[in-house]
């Protein structure tokens, strides 16, 4: 029986504290896989960088991770993705596994969180349970990070799935695309709404939460809202900090999709 390697892949974060939500994912999907042995990879040079010069850590990429463990003998890889959309990130993720396809006797990959419609309805549902209640006054708010990718359509569709759910209020806007903050503040004020949460909808708490959604800056979604005359709370909590989204994952890895599978003799 050849040796085995899970590899989780996630973009990285240069907020140790954030790091826990990457842990959490990682530590359902080594309970979820045993018989492998576990490994973690960054896609983001600037985070591995970044890592490398504060905390003296080396995170590999992708490519690099693979040609070790293809040096040290693995034949069988399974890589699952942990970035939220199958966009820049994860085509660069399949870039650099690419070359390797032959040096195992199977590389496997699993889709990142938001693959299929029913990805969406069941992110959707288990991020309901764990909202607060609305009440009538209120309003729930999403930042997504955004991408110039055609995958950015995902998160008008995440917004739909809430919508389909009954949940009028929640919103999803994105730092870096469209629908953006100004779009969401147009319907806000279509709706008698005085209080609005705001939450990253992103699979850490990083840079973009603690500074674009919640910072102090005037340019903050925070500020902004409170420009507008609406009292606002945050969560700043990852989705990777969520059980159910660690159960999105590991059913992904489950069906993980070989790029290359050896011929049996």
Known sequence: MGKKA????????TYPAARRAI????RTLRDAFPEYDFYRAFTSDMVRRKIAREEGTIVPNPAELLGRLADAGYGEVRCQSLHVIPGLEYEKLLAQLGPYRTRFDELAVGKPLLWETGDYLRLTRALLETMPRLADDEAYVFMGHGTEHPANAAY????????????ERVYVATVEG???????????????VAHVHL???????GDHA???????????????LEAEGYTVE????????NPAVGALFAGHCRAAEPLFAAPTE
């Not at 469209?178 to 279509?190: K, Q, S, V």
């Not at 945050?234 to 900090?241: A, F, I, M, N, V």
């Open 6 to 13: 899970l590899v989780a892949v996630s973009f990285g974060t």
């Open 156 to 167: 008008a569709l995440t917004e739909n799935a809430f919508r389909y759910a009954g949940a």
């Open 210 to 224: 603690q500074c674009d959604l919640a910072g102090a800056g005037e340019d903050s979604w925070k500020s902004r």
């Open 199 to 205: 939450a990253p909808l992103m699979i850490v708490a």
């Open 23 to 26: 842990e959490a994912l990682e």
């Open 178 to 192: 469209f629908p953006h903050l100004d779009y969401i503040l147009a319907r806000l004020h279509g709706r008698e």
């Open 234 to 241: 945050t969560h700043l909590t990852g989705l990777g900090e």
